[in-house]
């Protein structure tokens, strides 16, 4: 039995968790479950899956397996009809990462259309503010806003988000509507930093020459973006925030645009991936599908 028969009767025992229906759906007898699985944990030398009287169950290293070996079966699957005439069917997991407003305001809402054009595909989607090792934890692409300084990934340039200065009508009702950097000077800014005991950049603006910032009293800092969009929502005081999130808030009177002649500079949009000779094709499709997806939100980018 070669290695990838034995990957694809590993990968089948592991999602049914049972020797007896992996070899009622593959059609083959229970004891070339068995071989199969042995002549993987030789192989690899440790143990992948382990049997109790109830179910079979993968190990830690088991895990790691099953996902290494989904994904090169698909691969094999792309490989195998490459040259083939006609649509091809796009197979296998996508692992993504992106910011949880983009996530949540833009691109869940329009997922269904994708899978449904898609259908043999699955998508593991992560949303976060942590920068995740997109080679060691195994993602596909990740998108992330902001100034890219990781250069052993390609970086493909999607455009920028407008910054929009944002507060509660609770907040503006209690102080006030601030239009000039005077203004500021009596308001309350939601510090966000990467990391506690970091400092905060201030509030951004354009002077008219070049961008600035200014320091503002704050009695909240946060770590995260929901936590930057909460507080604000909250009546906490006035954030900086990029992308169609803001804006959707804002439109729901959730939220109201404040200062609006002081705006941040743009933030660019990418979508980062490992260096590979041969991108897959479901990775290339779905990038191109999120590039088109956004294109309506973004400012053009200059680099």
């Not at 990038?287 to 973004?298: F, G, R, T, V």
Request: hydrophobic share 40%; with cysteine.
């Amino acid at each position: 039995m070669n290695q990838l028969e034995a990957m694809q009767i590993f990968v089948r025992v592991a999602e049914l968790a049972s020797y007896t229906r992996a070899a009622e759906s593959l059609g083959m007898p229970k004891a070339s479950m068995s071989t199969a699985v042995q002549q993987l944990e030789s192989e690899f030398g440790t143990q992948l899956l382990h049997r109790t009287t109830r179910k079979v169950q993968m190990t830690l290293d088991g895990r790691a397996c099953y996902e290494r070996c989904k994904d090169l079966l698909a691969d094999m699957d792309e490989l195998r009809s490459m040259f083939q005439q006609g649509p091809q069917e796009l197979r296998g997991r996508l692992r993504v990462d992106m910011p949880t407003g983009i996530a949540r305001s833009t691109v869940i809402p329009r997922l269904s259309e994708f899978l449904a054009e898609h259908p043999r595909l699955e998508i593991e989607l992560s949303c976060t503010d942590r920068k995740v090792d997109l080679v060691r934890e195994g993602f596909d692409c990740v998108m992330r806003v902001g100034s890219v300084d990781d250069v052993s990934l390609i970086a493909r340039p999607l455009g920028m988000f407008a910054v929009t200065n944002c507060a509660s009508p609770e907040y503006v009702r209690t102080h006030g509507m601030p239009r000039t950097v005077e203004d500021l000077a009596h308001h309350q800014l939601i510090h966000y930093v990467g990391t506690f005991g970091a400092k905060s950049m201030g509030f951004e603006y354009h002077d008219g020459a070049a961008y600035r910032t200014v320091e503002m009293r704050g009695a909240i800092t946060v770590n995260s973006a929901e936590a930057y969009q909460e507080t604000c929502l909250a009546g906490l005081g006035i954030t900086q925030a990029p992308g169609p999130g803001m804006r959707m808030l804002i439109e729901q009177g959730l939220l109201v645009e404040v200062a609006p002649e002081l705006r941040a500079e743009p933030m660019p949009v990418w979508l980062l991936y490992a260096q590979r000779r041969n991108l897959s094709r479901r990775v290339q499709i779905f990038m191109s599908w999120i590039a088109e997806l956004l294109k309506p939100h973004l400012l053009p980018l200059h680099v």
